[in-house]
């Protein structure tokens, strides 16, 4: 059984970082991609970063220059770290894993397994 728990989210200050961890159980994601999306209240879910198994990642416009995707594939994890956070940051925030190539990279239906998602508040 595939299982995904993110953890280091919180309540921070704008202009301050966090750390995301999502680690990954039950098979290897070595070959697979991984990403990161984010919901605030009464909005649609958001693609937020993506990182191939090559290494190759991709963001949303508003966190690039911000936001750091990476992976460690010796422990099945995803990383992401977020600077310079802003009130819009404010969601809860998702892992996800992708094992199909030639999958749509921003999509949510691309990404096969989710994690229970992990509260970010960044106050003013």
């Known amino acids: 059984q595939v299982q995904l728990v993110e953890s280091g989210g919180g309540l921070v200050q704008a202009g301050d970082s966090l750390r995301l961890s999502c680690a990954g159980s039950?098979?290897?994601?070595?070959?697979?991609?991984m990403g990161w999306f984010r919901q605030a209240p009464g909005k649609e879910r958001e693609f937020v970063a993506r990182?191939?198994?090559?290494?190759?990642?991709y963001y949303v416009d508003s966190v690039k220059g911000r936001f750091t995707i990476s992976r460690d594939d010796a422990k099945n994890t995803v990383y992401l770290q977020m600077n310079s956070l802003k009130p819009e940051d404010t969601a809860l925030y998702y892992c996800a894993i992708d094992t199909r190539p030639g999958g749509n990279t921003y999509s949510p239906r691309s990404y096969d397994y989710w994690g229970q998602g992990t509260q970010v508040t960044v106050s003013s």
């Open positions: 039950g098979r290897t994601f070595s070959r697979a991609a």
């Open positions: 990182i191939t198994w090559t290494g190759t990642a």
